[in-house]
Nanobody, 125 residues
Framework: QVQLVESGGTLVQAGGSLRLSCAAS????????MGWFRQAPGTEREFVAT????????NYAESVKGRFTSSRDNAKNTLYLQMNSLKADDTAVYSC??????????????????WGQGTQVIVSS
């Protein structure tokens, strides 16, 4: 079992940058594909990024491609999301999630077994 705790969300101006972290507890962090999802008020949860267990493969939503970068430090059991050139539309609660098996990526929320509680990002325009 994996427990996930996100941090780093805050209020930031449009055009600014922010780095989110997701600390994982439990064994074999590298054995999990990790994902970032977000949900704005009144909308459905949306895929943001996914990264393989080794960190060697990533995939991003079109809306964030070129602006967001997901990485992980398996020695520290931590997942990161570097967000640059932030826009008002990026305002949402960001959650990290873990999927058993670190080889295959997934953009589908239902594929993930474990979820964090989320961290709020507000981008002011």
């Amino acid at each position: 079992q994996v427990q996930l705790v996100e941090s780093g969300g805050t209020l930031v101006q449009a055009g600014g940058s922010l780095r989110l972290s997701c600390a994982a507890s439990g064994r074999s962090f590298s054995g999990y594909t990790m994902g970032w999802f977000r949900q704005a008020p009144g909308t459905e949860r949306e895929f943001v990024a996914t990264i393989s267990g080794s960190g060697g493969n990533t995939n991003y939503a079109e809306s964030v491609k070129g602006r967001f970068t997901s990485s992980r430090d398996n020695a520290k059991n931590t997942l990161y999301l570097q967000m640059n050139s932030l826009k008002a539309d990026d305002t949402a609660v960001y959650s990290c999630a873990a999927k058993s098996g670190g080889l295959f990526l997934s953009q589908t929320a239902t594929a993930y077994n474990y979820w964090g509680q989320g961290t709020q990002v507000i981008v002011s325009s």
